[in-house]
């Protein structure tokens, strides 16, 4: 999250919304480099390109842990998020996911926040909503309402496609207390590496974020899981 100035697929998550499977080996990593890293819409290292991994764990029950970290350009360059929820089966093919989220920013400790989500899968949509008492830099509750849909459009070919709504307790842009942002974004894997490009815009000005750290953009990224 960047200060209100501010690959998907590849690094393991959209809009910073984590969901962890279980799996027959527990515990799991992932590596990325990626060309921006775009958080809900806002690019968090100036348009530059971002490293990226973290670890997770997954019990067989549905529990998960994990942390996963990237570099950004801004409170000293690194954002460390913590990480842990619950996922199961309400009914044949609709799956839930209930957690938490915290993101660390060491060394600007006023930026850090936590936030609380829960969401319903079916048939490759997804539905969540995360809420934050205090946002980042302490600009008070927050809500973001997402709505993310996969499909393989032919062997080998993933496309993603992602709404999400950010509601803010008082206005940080502008005078703009709410935006809107889309990403449309194809997957596919190479000799066990995943390759990934995504299109993501906002309905953010320039001159509402005072930068062009919300403008249209397309990041390209690859990603190694272990």
């Known amino acids: 999250m960047k200060k209100f100035t501010n690959t998907l697929l590849a690094a393991g998550f959209v809009a910073g919304a984590f969901t962890v499977q ?11 480099l990626t060309t921006d890293y775009i958080y ?24 998960y842990v994990g942390t996963w970290a990237s570099s950004i350009t801004f409170d000293d360059a690194i954002e ?8 199961g089966s309400l009914t044949d093919g609709l799956e839930y996911d209930i957690g938490f989220l915290y993101y660390d920013y060491p060394g600007a400790s006023n930026d850090d926040f936590l936030e609380f989500y829960a969401g319903l899968t079916y048939a490759g949509l997804t539905g969540k909503v995360a809420r ?22 032919m062997e080998g070919l993933e496309l993603g496609l992602h ?3 950010s509601d803010f307790d008082q206005e940080v842009f502008g005078t703009k207390d709410s935006y809107t942002d889309f990403v449309v974004s194809l997957g596919t894997s190479v000799a066990g590496v995943d390759l990934s490009v995504a299109w ?27």
């Open 40 to 63: 809900r819409g806002i690019s968090q290292t100036s348009g530059g390109p971002a490293l990226q991994g973290g670890f997770d764990y997954a019990h067989e029950s549905g529990f």
């Open 132 to 153: 934050s008492n205090d946002f980042f830099g302490g600009s008070g509750e927050a809500y973001y309402y997402s709505l993310d849909y996969g499909v393989s459009i």
């Open 22 to 32: 279980a799996q027959e080996n527990p515990i799991s990593a992932n590596f990325a």
């Open 163 to 165: 709404y999400g709504y």
């Open 80 to 87: 460390i998020d913590y990480y842990g929820g619950f996922t």
């Open 200 to 226: 993501t815009d906002t309905t953010l000005s320039s001159s509402d974020c005072g930068s062009s750290d919300c403008d249209s953009t397309i990041t390209f990224a690859v990603a190694k899981s272990f």
